[in-house]
């Protein structure tokens, strides 16, 4: 997105010289697969934020959501890739912590993804009515996708989920629910997509993407019981602390990713997508007052 040049010229004056008043510079990684391959995911992305702070810059992946929020608030962690809930828990314990930046654009020019149930295809259940008293996972607490958005929808519609499925479990991430949803350790669970393209492949980015992409499933294995109401793609997020010409220099190489490096960007996206594009705090509006409600 090379238009973003000009949004940001006004704020890049200083250049280079102002970027080497930090001494390095810490990325962060939200989970969902394991820290492997995380680190293998974005390690080009790494070395190009390197290369234009002119700093050491290093990818940490937490064991959970949490570990990625804490490193933004507590200031070890100096941008990630947030989901929506996850900023919105970011911003109710520290307004004027983190920036938001940029947002993923989809194929089909959404900024948009949904959360799936889903089980196996052998397993008799086609919807999520078919799941009542079997044993239901859930990613982790700090998910959007997977728990923050779909816990909402199905208890308006079904009641306390206790009562519901015979078992509600946090599996500890997106990957470990599509692995084990496969495996038979749960009957359904929850986990996300852009929705564009076809089941089959995982759609065209997400979690199920990644998962098909890694070998871990069969797609065709699996079957599609149950869809949330479109959720806002998560933003990347800069520590608001940092030097006015890092955050701007940061925010320069990601928007421009899908032009200069489509291969790297596929994986820092989690599959195909159409640009890194400007987002605003208001995207999320509803996110944050849904996590209030929920008691942050």
Known sequence: MKKLLVLLAATTCIGTAQAQEIKEFNIGILGGENAQDRMSSNECYRAKIEEALGVPVQVFTPADYDGVIQGLLGGTIDMAWLGASGYAKTYLTDANAVEVRLTKENLNGSTGYYSFGFA?????????????????????????????????????????????????????????????????????????????????????????????????????????????????????????????????????????LWETDAKCAYGVAAGDAKDFVPATHDMYLGIIAARQLQGN
Do not use: C
């Open 120 to 256: 196996r295809k052998d397993s008799g259940i086609t919807s999520m009515d078919d799941a009542k008293g079997k044993v239901f996972a859930f990613g982790e607490p700090n998910s959007t996708s997977g728990y923050l958005v779909p816990g909402a929808e199905l208890i308006a519609k079904y009641g306390p989920l206790e009562n519901y499925f015979s078992e509600v479990k946090f599996s500890g991430g997106h990957e470990q629910t599509i692995v084990g949803v496969n495996n038979g350790d749960f009957a359904a669970g929850v986990s996300w997509a852009d929705g564009v393209g076809n089941w089959e492949d995982g759609y065209s980015s997400g979690a199920f993407r990644k998962a098909a992409d890694s070998g871990l499933v069969d797609m065709n294995d699996l079957v599609e019981i149950w869809r949330s109401k479109l959720i806002p793609e998560g933003p990347m997020v800069v520590r608001a602390a940092l030097p006015a010409d890092v955050k701007d220099k940061v925010t320069q190489v990601t928007a421009d």
